[in-house]
């Protein structure tokens, strides 16, 4: 093998995110990870509005024009609170050109709001 190629390969992530466990759950970076645990902290909040009643990770959306199946869209959390609002959310820490199009897409089929962390 190449060994320039071997140097190349041997560094962080690509975008210097750092894969992290929580609570038996292994996550792409250590921002995704924070924003579980608060999550997790919500649950115990008084006000409704605060209170997180549940969350889902990693919940796919099919990406579906002119009913051919283009692609997936992975959303890092399905968040639903105690005043029955529900929330689509990403936790970035860089936008690429391919995410920015998923989303968008996503936002325009299901009538959504991504929020981005």
């Known amino acids: ?3 320039y190629f ?29 924003y579980c645990c608060i ?7 008084i006000k409704d509005s605060d209170r997180v009643i549940s969350y889902e990770k990693q919940v796919p959306f099919q990406i579906i024009l002119n009913d051919k199946k283009i692609c997936k869209y992975y959303a890092d959390f399905k968040v639903v609170y ?12 860089f936008k690429t050109d391919i995410y920015r199009l998923k989303k968008k897409l996503v936002e325009a089929q299901y009538g959504i709001n991504i929020i981005e962390i």
């Open 39 to 45: 999550l997790d902290l919500l649950q115990k909040a």
């Open 82 to 93: 105690g005043d029955g609002r529900i929330e689509i959310v990403d936790v970035k820490g």
């Open 6 to 34: 071997s140097k190349i390969y041997s560094k962080s992530g690509k975008y210097k995110n750092k894969k992290t466990e929580y609570n038996g759950f292994l996550f792409d970076s250590k921002k995704e990870a924070d």
């Open 1 to 3: 093998m190449n060994p």
